[in-house]
């Protein structure tokens, strides 16, 4: 009886170890992250799928696969209902945004780091602090000053209140203050100014950071929605995301055309998508995350 248990465990202790062989290391993890990735896909799986989808179908919960009125959704979206004017508008004001923010930063920490003058700390203290004080708590004030200025439904209203960054200075500031000392001394010896400093210097040194902020920034002023559905009240001048919520009006037969909306929400997504996958090598050097 004694030898017969301790065969049996044998045996499953030999069929136990053939199994780990054939499994990868660390495979219960690997099993955690496909599970995480798939859940986390899964809403923009979805989202495609109805993009495709008649209202029948989509009214159907049973039915996952992929409709057939994929052409007539993605071109309602674009003639119909002006989505292609709301990514121009979207692209614009990223592009504006994006270009304005990175010089006055690069600039703003420029001054902090190569320059003294009084208060140095105590204005950087400053900048710090308006990381406090976001676009939504500033809103009322900003309209105020924003229909003063007669800039009420315009480029300018939706892309100078974003162009300040405490974040982007605190970056640019950090990545300055890491270089080398001997470089910025060669410079002073070779009498090169202060912009030259910066252009010819300062920004070869800075690409990655430059890139990685731009992205942050590119993808940040893509999603807005509240200020440009405050400021904005033209159609012809609204951005993307507020022209996304237009299209929940959409009905046919009573129903929402769900396969509209998210035919417009996949199309709205293409832009930033491209943006992170050409830059993200650089926006991970920006977290300070290595691939291997």
Do not use: C
């Not at 640019?172 to 002073?188: C, D, G, L, T, Y």
């Not at 033209?234 to 929402?256: F, H, N, P, W």
């Not at 929400?265 to 300070?288: N, Q, R, S, W, Y």
Request: no cysteine; charged share 10%.
């Amino acid at each position: 009886m004694a030898e017969s248990t301790i065969t049996e465990a044998n045996v499953e202790h030999e069929k136990r170890r053939s199994l780990e062989e054939y499994l990868p290391d660390e495979w219960l993890m690997h099993i955690g992250l496909i599970v995480s990735i798939s859940l986390m896909a899964l809403p923009l799986v979805l989202a495609a799928i109805m993009s495709t989808q008649s209202v029948a179908q989509i009214y159907d919960v049973t039915d996952l696969s992929p409709g057939s009125n994929a052409y007539e959704n993605y071109y309602r979206v674009m003639t119909d209902y002006n989505m292609w004017t709301f990514m121009i508008n979207s692209f614009i004001m990223s592009i504006a945004i994006v270009v304005g923010k990175v010089v006055l930063s690069l600039l703003a920490a420029l001054a902090l780091v190569y320059y003294d003058f009084p208060y140095k700390n105590a204005m950087f203290m400053f900048v710090l602090f308006t990381l406090m004080l976001p676009v939504p708590v500033r809103i009322v004030p900003l309209f105020e000053l924003m229909v003063t200025l007669d800039w009420t439904n315009s480029m300018l209203a939706i892309t100078m209140p974003y162009l300040a960054s405490a974040t982007a200075v605190f970056l640019f500031r950090q990545h300055f203050m890491s270089i080398p000392a001997s470089i910025v001394e060669a410079a002073k010896l070779d009498d090169v100014g202060g912009l030259k400093f910066l252009i010819f210097v300062l920004i070869p040194m800075s690409k990655g950071m430059i890139a990685g902020i731009s992205v942050i920034t590119y993808i940040y002023a893509w999603n807005q929605y509240l200020w440009p559905l405050a400021i904005i009240s033209s159609q012809d001048q609204q951005v993307v995301q507020v022209g996304l919520k237009s299209l929940e009006g959409t009905a046919a037969a009573g129903q929402i055309e769900w396969g509209l909306i998210m035919a417009g929400a996949m199309i709205a997504l293409i832009p930033p998508l491209v943006v992170l996958i050409v830059l993200h090598k650089p926006l991970l050097e920006t977290f300070g995350l290595q691939q291997k």
